[in-house]
């Protein structure tokens, strides 16, 4: 509390002004260790942190401090030109908003380049061109979110050999980490350096209650230490789904669905509270076996009681206009079609009754995945979590509810014909 007071006290005896300034120019002694630059002789400098970890101001700082040591042609590499511009530039901690007033850089437009008055350039690059790296040479790079390009691979290999200027020519990237090929072979790479920094450390810069949010919704799974922590997270061995086959089933859905489910994986009991009900809400269009399904939302929650995951059943059911409501009933049996009569006595219930294991229920849904025949409309990151740990020998021990109702969803509105699952409509 002292040490609190001293800084106020300075504070008020210098002004905002002031103190602002001497914050902005005395990076090295404010930042975290993992902000700063590692010592030694490398090329490439890895810094992967959680969501508003400060990889931001990481970067732009890096930026500054080689312009200061002499760099003159520096390339910014962002998802897409407008991240560069937004985040890179003219975010809070962007270029253009740091260091004295006069020796900040003029952006211009028409070149996508920054000037600073000492002469240094940078040049702004989408990684949805790679091709327009070729040609450029430069001293000194900065990518922005790698593991969010289209094609980090491909848009490093052309980057690498425009870095051929001057005496030490460097790259630093900043990520939020994904389990994706070229991130594994940037970190393998023997001269690359890596530091990393999750979310909580830079709680003082963020919104009050933020790190609390996240925490209360994402806790220690693998999205949240991915996403928090700025862990990359592997997909674990011997699980039916993978990230990468995940990202690749995103699509637009289609204007006219032919039938849409609401479908739900009860907690265990009457009286859970400690488990979540898995609701997941998908439609089907197409014909034959170019039939596709739709994933439109994963209302799953938890702890949820009897009236409360009914409620969240109806609503949904009211809100995607659906066809019908499917119900797991191997747990609750009849008390399951009750309580959702008690909170919509015209729901047009389903039940139905597993017969074989979970996993052995999955596969074929798996399946279809890999087919290309699953299509997701949106992102469910809580239920693509439990997704990628599902069938792995050391996944998570409590019951996959958002995944049981995803197969119960997908499995009605594809293999039904089947045989798959049993059906019994109420």
Same mark, same amino acid.
């Given at each position: 509390m002292?040490?609190?007071?001293g800084?106020?006290?300075?504070?008020?005896a210098?002004?905002?002004?002031?103190?602002?300034?001497?914050?902005?120019?005395?990076?090295?002694?404010?930042a $975290?260790?993992?902000? +700063?630059?590692p010592?030694?002789?490398?090329r490439?400098?890895?810094?992967? *942190?959680?969501?508003?970890?400060?990889k931001?101001?990481?970067?732009?700082?890096?930026?500054?401090? $080689?312009?200061?040591?002499?760099?003159?042609?520096?390339?910014?590499?962002? %998802?897409?030109l407008? &991240?560069?511009?937004?985040?890179?530039?003219?975010?809070?901690?962007?270029?253009?908003r740091?260091g004295?007033?006069?020796?900040?850089?003029?952006?211009?437009?028409s070149r996508?380049?920054?000037?600073?008055?000492?002469?240094?350039?940078?040049?702004?690059?989408?990684?949805?061109?790679? /091709?327009s790296?070729?040609g450029?040479?430069?001293d000194?790079?900065?990518? &922005?979110?790698?593991?969010?390009? %289209?094609? @980090?691979?491909?848009v490093?290999?052309?980057?690498?050999?425009?870095?051929?200027?001057?005496?030490?020519p460097?790259?630093?990237?900043?990520?939020?980490?994904?389990?994706i090929?070229?991130?594994?072979?940037l970190?393998?790479?023997p001269d690359?350096v890596?530091?990393?920094?999750?979310?909580?450390?830079?709680?003082?810069h963020?919104?009050? *209650?933020?790190?609390?949010?996240?925490q209360?919704a994402?806790?220690?799974?693998?999205?949240?230490?991915?996403?928090?922590?700025?862990e990359l997270?592997?997909?674990?061995?011997?699980?039916?789904?993978?990230? /990468?086959q995940?990202?690749?089933?995103?699509?637009?859905?289609?204007?006219?669905? &032919?039938?849409i489910?609401?479908? !739900?994986?009860? %907690?265990?009991?009457?009286?859970?509270?400690?488990?979540?009900?898995g609701?997941?809400?998908?439609?089907?269009?197409?014909?034959?076996?170019?039939?596709?399904a739709?994933?439109?939302?994963?209302?799953?929650? *938890?702890?949820?009681? %009897?009236?409360?995951?009914?409620?969240? !059943?109806?609503?949904?059911?009211?809100c995607?206009?659906?066809?019908?409501?499917?119900?797991?009933?191997n747990? *609750?049996?009849?008390?399951v079609?009750?309580?959702?009569?008690?909170?919509?006595? /015209?729901?047009?219930?389903?039940?139905?009754?597993?017969?074989?294991?979970?996993?052995?229920?999955?596969?074929?849904?798996?399946? +279809?995945?890999?087919?290309?025949?699953?299509?997701?409309?949106?992102?469910?990151?809580?239920?693509?979590?439990?997704m990628?740990?599902?069938?792995? @020998?050391?996944?998570?021990?409590?019951?996959? /509810?958002?995944?049981?109702?995803?197969?119960?969803?997908?499995?009605?509105?594809?293999?039904?014909?089947?045989?798959?699952?049993?059906? $019994?409509?109420?």
């Amino acid at each position: 509390m002292g040490n609190e007071g001293g800084v106020d006290a300075f504070i008020q005896a210098i002004g905002i002004a002031e103190a602002k300034r001497i914050a902005e120019d005395e990076w090295d002694s404010t930042a $975290r260790p993992a902000q +700063l630059p590692p010592e030694g002789d490398w090329r490439v400098w890895l810094f992967m *942190g959680g969501r508003g970890a400060g990889k931001t101001r990481a970067g732009a700082e890096w930026i500054r401090s $080689r312009i200061a040591a002499g760099a003159r042609r520096i390339a910014l590499i962002a %998802p897409a030109l407008n &991240d560069a511009r937004e985040v890179m530039i003219d975010g809070a901690s962007g270029l253009s908003r740091l260091g004295p007033a006069d020796d900040r850089p003029a952006y211009e437009s028409s070149r996508r380049r920054l000037v600073w008055p000492c002469g240094a350039v940078a040049y702004v690059f989408s990684a949805e061109d790679c /091709d327009s790296l070729r040609g450029p040479q430069f001293d000194t790079a900065w990518a &922005d979110e790698f593991a969010a390009w %289209p094609d @980090p691979q491909g848009v490093l290999d052309t980057l690498r050999p425009a870095l051929r200027l001057g005496d030490d020519p460097r790259l630093m990237v900043t990520t939020t980490p994904r389990p994706i090929p070229a991130l594994k072979r940037l970190i393998a790479a023997p001269d690359t350096v890596m530091t990393n920094s999750g979310s909580a450390e830079n709680i003082a810069h963020l919104a009050p *209650g933020f790190i609390a949010a996240m925490q209360a919704a994402y806790g220690a799974s693998r999205l949240g230490r991915q996403e928090l922590d700025g862990e990359l997270i592997e997909d674990p061995p011997g699980a039916l789904w993978t990230r /990468d086959q995940i990202e690749q089933a995103f699509a637009s859905i289609p204007g006219d669905l &032919d039938r849409i489910l609401v479908a !739900v994986d009860p %907690p265990a009991t009457s009286n859970a509270r400690s488990d979540e009900c898995g609701i997941v809400v998908a439609g089907v269009a197409g014909e034959g076996n170019s039939r596709i399904a739709f994933v439109l939302a994963d209302k799953s929650f *938890g702890p949820a009681s %009897p009236s409360a995951w009914a409620g969240q !059943v109806a609503e949904a059911f009211e809100c995607f206009e659906a066809d019908a409501v499917i119900a797991e009933a191997n747990q *609750g049996g009849e008390m399951v079609a009750s309580v959702l009569r008690a909170a919509a006595p /015209d729901l047009p219930v389903t039940l139905v009754r597993a017969s074989r294991g979970k996993r052995t229920r999955a596969e074929p849904v798996a399946a +279809l995945y890999a087919a290309g025949r699953v299509r997701h409309a949106g992102r469910f990151p809580a239920l693509e979590d439990q997704m990628c740990s599902f069938g792995a @020998p050391d996944g998570p021990r409590s019951s996959p /509810d958002r995944v049981d109702a995803l197969v119960w969803a997908v499995s009605a509105l594809l293999l039904k014909s089947a045989g798959t699952p049993r059906l $019994r409509a109420l």
